[in-house]
């Protein structure tokens, strides 16, 4: 398998392509971006995926750009230097560009949830999940819960440092973030 094929594997961890069928499907969640406010992000990002089932393998890694505010999302991912993703967000729909090697497995719907649920506010992301689910605060972060049930976690271990550990879909990932520098 070439070097190439091998990254953009990587990339289909991180929309937990790989991961087992999960019993329960997490919402997927399309925010308004008016909701972020004048929060705005330019961020350098490396993702590091994990299948919670195999966690005696080493991460997948793979680099994103990530640009975000209230008047769009653009997120852009990178192997050997070379794109292989484009998603852009706003606010009505999710325009995806894909190299023609990556896996389409690669579930850009989940890549949107898990950002939103990582920047978006707490408040957003209550008001737009289906009857059933919550997204609570507890000792360990954010908490997206089905019923009583912990379905995936949200972690700030650092300033820079956000680990997602979601159980219904098997994967843990952690997001390295640093601002991008200024043109």
């Given at each position: 398998?070439?070097l190439?094929?091998r ?5 289909a961890?991180a929309g ?10 997490l919402p997927l969640?399309?925010?308004?971006l008016?909701?972020?406010?004048g929060a705005r992000y330019a ?5 590091s995926?994990?299948r919670?089932?195999r966690?005696?393998t080493?991460?997948?890694r793979?680099?994103?750009q ?7 999302l653009l997120?852009?991912?990178f192997a050997?230097?070379q794109?292989?993703?484009l998603?852009?967000w706003?606010g ?7 190299h023609?090697?990556?896996?389409a497995?690669?579930d850009t ?6 950002l939103c649920?990582?920047f978006?506010?707490v408040?957003?992301v209550r ?9 609570v ?6 908490v997206?819960?089905q019923g009583a049930?912990a379905?995936?976690?949200v972690?700030?271990?650092s300033?820079?440092?956000?680990e ?17 520098e200024a043109?």
């Open positions: 398998m070439s190439l094929r990254s953009l594997l990587m990339l961890l937990c392509a790989n991961a087992p069928p999960a019993p329960v499907g969640l399309r925010l308004p008016s909701a972020l406010g961020l350098s990002q490396r993702l995926v994990t919670l089932d966690l005696d080493p991460p997948q793979v680099d994103v990530l640009q975000l505010d209230a008047t769009g997120l852009a991912g050997f230097g794109r292989v993703l998603m852009q706003d009505k729909a999710l325009n995806v560009q894909r023609a090697m990556l896996p497995e690669v719907d989940r890549m949107l949830r898990d649920l990582t978006w506010p408040e957003a008001a737009a999940l289906p009857e059933g689910w919550a997204w605060e507890a000792a360990s972060g954010q997206l819960q049930q379905r995936l976690v972690q700030r271990l300033a820079n440092i956000v997602i550990v979601n159980m219904a879909e098997g994967y843990r990932l952690l997001i390295e973030s640093q601002p991008q043109p």
